[in-house]
C-alpha cells in the first residue's frame, strides 16, 4: 500500500528533525509539505557547528547590478550563496568571525556584529568607549580620536579610517548572542597589545590588564578566553565574575614561526604556528613582494606538565584558521571536508593587497606531505590582483 508520509505523528517528525545535523538537511526536511513543516521548529534545536563558507571578497563575486549581496562559498557543494546584507557597505570594515556572526567597524565608532544569514545585529559598545581612548569629535576633521599609549602619559591622535583599519585585530564571542542569551565579546587590540571584553548591555569596554600581550590569538574553551602570546605561553581568562581571573601556563618558549592560533579541538587545546616567507612576484608589469604561508605545526596542550607536545598529525580532524575564530572539524562527520589538513586564509597584513597582484594567501594544507593545495573557488593564478578584504571562514548559524 501506498504510505502517505504527510501523516506521521507530529511527535515523531520533531523527533526525527531534532536529530538531524546538517543545516541544509533541516530546510529540506521542512520544505517537504505542510504537515512536515509544522511540526518541526523553524530553527534547528541541538545543530551541532557548521561545517563554515567562506565569504568572498565583494568584488570576487560580481552581481548585476551591483548591490549589498556578498558570496560566500559552501564547501558542502562548491556552490556559492549570495545574500544579502544591506548593514554593511564598501567602506565596512570586517574584523572577525564567531559562532556565526560577523563583526564589522566603520568609519565612525559604530561597531557590530551581524549574523548573515539571519541578518540580526547586535551594536557592540563603540570604539569611542575604549579604556585608552581619551576623546573623540568628529569637528576634528582627520584626527578625530585622541588615545594614550600604553602605560605612560604619552597621547597621539588617529582619524576615522586609521580607527576603522588598525586598531581591532580580531573578535571573539563565548556563545551566539541569540534568545537573549548572555554572551561576552573579547576583542584583540593591534595598537597595545591589549585583550579588551563588554559583556551583554555594557556600554564601555573593559581592558584585562593581566593579560597584556597575550594578543596573537584567542579561543573560547571550557568556559574561558585562552590567550596565546607569540612565545606560545598561555594566559587562561575568567570573565564571568565582576573582574577577570586571569591564570597563565608559562609553557616552554615556542621557537620560530610567524604566526600562532589556538584551537578547540574536543577536549584538547591545539597551539598551531605559521610559518611566511617573502615571495617576490616578477611576472606582471611591477615587481610585487608578498608574504606566503610556507608551512603550519601543530602541538597540543599538556596540562599535566604544562608544554606542548608536537602532533604529526590531526587524524580525521580539519581546522580552519585565518580571522575567524578558529575551528576543529571531524571529517567523518562532514565528509566534505579531509581529515589532517588546515584549511587557511590570511589574516595578517592589509598592506599585502594594495595594487598587488598574485593570489590570496589562502589554501589547504595537508600534514601529511606539507603540500598546498587551492580551494576550488579560489585557484592559485598570479596574474590576479589582491582585492581587500581578504576571505574569511564564518559558520552559518540559523541562531
Known amino acids: 500500500m501506498a504510505v502517505d508520509w504527510s501523516e506521521l505523528p507530529p511527535e515523531l517528525l520533531y523527533t526525527i528533525a531534532t536529530n538531524l545535523k546538517h543545516l541544509q538537511d533541516h530546510i529540506r526536511f521542512r520544505s517537504v509539505c505542510q504537515a512536515w513543516r509544522s511540526s518541526t521548529p523553524e530553527t534547528p534545536v541541538n545543530l551541532p557547528c557548521q561545517l563554515p563558507w567562506l565569504m568572498l571578497p565583494a568584488h570576487h563575486f560580481c552581481f548585476n547590478p551591483p548591490s549589498h549581496h556578498r558570496g560566500f562559498y559552501d564547501l558542502s557543494n562548491n556552490k556559492i550563496h549570495a545574500l544579502s ?132 590569538d584567542v579561543v573560547y574553551y571550557n568556559g574561558m578566553f585562552m590567550a596565546v602570546n607569540k612565545y606560545g605561553e598561555i594566559a587562561a581568562c575568567d570573565l564571568n565574575g565582576d573582574k577577570p581571573n586571569v591564570s597563565f601556563m608559562n609553557t616552554p618558549h615556542i621557537v620560530g614561526g610567524d604566526m600562532q592560533y589556538l584551537v578547540a579541538c574536543k577536549d584538547e587545546l591545539l597551539l598551531v604556528t605559521r610559518y611566511l616567507e617573502l615571495e617576490f612576484n616578477g611576472e606582471s608589469s611591477q615587481l610585487d613582494i608578498i608574504y606566503k604561508t610556507t608551512e603550519f605545526q601543530v602541538s597540543r596542550l599538556n596540562f599535566k606538565g604544562v608544554n606542548w607536545e608536537a602532533l604529526n598529525s590531526l587524524g580525521d580532524m580539519a581546522l580552519f584558521l585565518g580571522e575567524n575564530s578558529s575551528l576543529a572539524m571531524s571529517a567523518s562527520e562532514f565528509p566534505e571536508c579531509k581529515g589532517n589538513r588546515i584549511y587557511f586564509t590570511d589574516d595578517y597584513s592589509e598592506w599585502n593587497y594594495d595594487g598587488v597582484n598574485g593570489d590570496h594567501d589562502l589554501g589547504v594544507y595537508n600534514l601529511d606531505d606539507g603540500s598546498i593545495e587551492a580551494l576550488p573557488c579560489y585557484p592559485f593564478n598570479s596574474y590576479s590582483t589582491r582585492s581587500w578584504p581578504p576571505p574569511i571562514w564564518v559558520t552559518p548559524n540559523p541562531c
Not at 565596512?92 to 565608532?109: K, N, T
Not at 534568545?179 to 559583556?199: E, F
Request: glycine residues 6%.
Open 85 to 216: 546584507l544591506s548593514k554593511i557597505t564598501h567602506r565596512s570594515r570586517r574584523c572577525g568571525s564567531s559562532h556565526g556572526w560577523l563583526a564589522f567597524l566603520e568609519e565612525s565608532p559604530s561597531f557590530f556584529i551581524l549574523n548573515p544569514l539571519t541578518r540580526a545585529v547586535v551594536n557592540l559598545p563603540p570604539l569611542s568607549q575604549f579604556p585608552n581612548v581619551m576623546s573623540f569629535d568628529f569637528s576634528k576633521v582627520g584626527r578625530e580620536y585622541t588615545l594614550k599609549t600604553g602605560d605612560d602619559d604619552d597621547v597621539y591622535s588617529c582619524n576615522l579610517k586609521e580607527m576603522r583599519d588598525s586598531y581591532i585585530k580580531k573578535v571573539i564571542l563565548s556563545r551566539s548572542p541569540h534568545s537573549g542569551s548572555d554572551y561576552i565579546v573579547v576583542a584583540l587590540i593591534n595598537q597595545t597589545g591589549d585583550l579588551a571584553y563588554c559583556k551583554k548591555h555594557d556600554l564601555s569596554w573593559k581592558f584585562i590588564e593581566a593579560a597584556h600581550g597575550y594578543c596573537e
